[in-house]
């Protein structure tokens, strides 16, 4: 077989001494100590993607924002703050996350196209950096709630440069028809209502056009249309001074060619650097997704009409990207197979009632056997975000390894608790043991 592990960041998981490893731990004591599905993020491997991104663009005075949708587990969040970068969030509860593992508000940018009047009056107390507006009406929402409070709110304003992201149409954001952000003809036409907001700050230009982006014209045409954009409001009399990139950089999940921080900070230099903004960035996906793992046990091998279907106790409601994006994760044996080991074509399914709870069809491992246990390769962004608890079951736990130290960073959540999060009011009363439900 092609090297089974390739997909592996070595800084983070490593094949060695006949297993798996994250970093210094064998992935077969953290299963047995915290049984699975599990996920497992590699503390190095995170620490290296922040610096090598801050190496890239640090000397271009870019500033980094971690997306936290991607990855919002509290000791990730105080890694990155402790690693010097801050947060971009797109909700209240989003805020209190990362104000919570130690982000500084004056770190923290506010994105997304639906935030309540109490988020943002939340996010106007906590004195985040800057709220990303992405429509008028929102703007005069902040405009109001800021004059509340006698305060002036500094904004940046999410523009739609119209680029096609060449990407999967559920994570494209950047085209006119998608509902983020402001399309540029739209704001020249309202700019003396802008103006005359007396409580609202228009400081900078916020874009971002899409995700796992993995060439850089989208993000040259992007970048000098923004660009463009501030100097034309400059001379309009705006005081613009940033300029908030977005992220979107693509990591490879298959056999797709790397889009580098080089590549980014090479796009950056074409185009805005050097035109006197304070220049930010957004990403999410290109700094956790490859040090994280989703560690899974074979419940059955079931071979039925020739398929053979390889039955794992994780699902989707635990990892749903390729159920939502036909989205390909590695998925690779813990055991390291003897080099002539033989091999099986495997449908990779977990136990939860719909066909699309498949993570992949026919793909070819080696054989595998009840009790197994494999490792879902580059799962560390939107896994444990978007993880749910449909078919009643439990939210996977994490884990952080560092070296050969390890923690667990969320328990599994059991249903037991979750039970305890309905409330059956009195007049349907508790059921009643015995009792049947057509009576
Ligand atoms: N900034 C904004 C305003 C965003 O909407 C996003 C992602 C990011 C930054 C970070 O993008 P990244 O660097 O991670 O590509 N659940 C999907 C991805 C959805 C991305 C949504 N917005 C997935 O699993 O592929």
Not at 72 to 80: D, E, G
Not at 207 to 234: C, D, K, N, W
Not at 256 to 274: K, M, N, P, Y
Not at 429 to 434: E, F, L, R, T, W
């Amino acid at each position: 077989m092609d090297d089974l592990y390739r997909r592996l960041p070595p800084t983070g998981f490593a094949p060695r001494a006949g297993e798996l490893h994250a970093e210094g731990v064998p992935l077969s004591a953290i299963a047995a100590a915290v049984g699975t599905p599990v996920y497992v993020y590699s503390a190095a491997r995170l620490r290296e993607r922040v610096r090598a991104l801050k190496a890239a663009v640090g000397p271009l005075g870019v500033a980094v924002h971690f997306a936290m949708k991607s990855n919002a587990n509290q000791a990730v969040l105080a890694l990155m703050a402790a690693e010097g970068i801050g947060a971009d969030i797109v909700s209240g509860g989003e805020m209190a996350r990362a104000l919570a593992a130690g982000m500084a508000p004056r770190h923290v940018v506010f994105s997304g196209v639906g935030k309540t009047a109490a988020e943002i009056a939340a996010a106007l107390d906590a004195g985040l950096h800057q709220i990303n507006v992405e429509s008028f009406e929102e703007l005069r929402l902040v405009d109001e709630i800021a004059g509340a409070k006698g305060r002036v709110a500094d904004v940046a304003l999410r523009v739609n440069p119209d680029v096609d992201a060449e990407t999967h149409a559920k994570i494209t954001t950047g085209k006119k028809d998608n509902k983020f952000g402001i399309d540029a003809s739209t704001l020249g036409r309202l700019d003396n209502e802008v103006k005359a907001l007396p409580h609202v700050r228009v400081v900078g230009l916020a874009m971002h056009i899409g995700s796992q982006i993995m060439t850089p014209a989208p993000f040259l045409t992007a970048y000098g249309r923004v660009a463009a954009l501030a100097e034309e409001l400059r001379r309009k009399g705006y005081p613009l001074t940033r300029l908030d990139l977005g992220g979107g950089f693509g990591i490879p999940y298959e056999n797709e060619l790397e889009f580098s921080f080089a590549d980014l900070a090479d796009a950056i230099r074409a185009t805005v650097h050097g035109r006197g903004f304070d220049l930010s960035i957004e990403p999410g996906r290109s700094l956790v997704a490859d040090a994280g793992i989703l560690l899974a046990r074979t419940i059955f091998v079931k071979d039925a009409g020739g398929m053979h279907f390889l039955v794992l106790d994780a699902a989707m409601n635990d990892l749903v990207r390729p159920a939502m994006y036909e989205a390909h994760h590695d998925i690779v044996p813990v055991r390291i197979p003897a080099p002539a080991a033989p091999t099986v074509e495997y449908d990779i399914v977990g136990p939860i009632c719909e066909s699309s709870d498949t993570f992949a069809k026919r793909r070819r491992l080696p054989a595998l056997a009840a009790g197994d246990l494999v490792a879902i390769a580059t799962a560390g962004a939107y896994g444990a975000t978007m993880s749910s608890t449909y078919n009643a079951r439990p939210l996977a736990p994490e884990v952080l390894v560092d070296g050969t130290r390890w923690a667990t960073v969320r328990r599994r959540v059991e249903v037991a608790e979750q039970i305890g999060w309905d409330q059956v009011p009195d007049w349907i009363g508790p059921a009643k043991p015995g009792q049947r439900a057509a009576e």
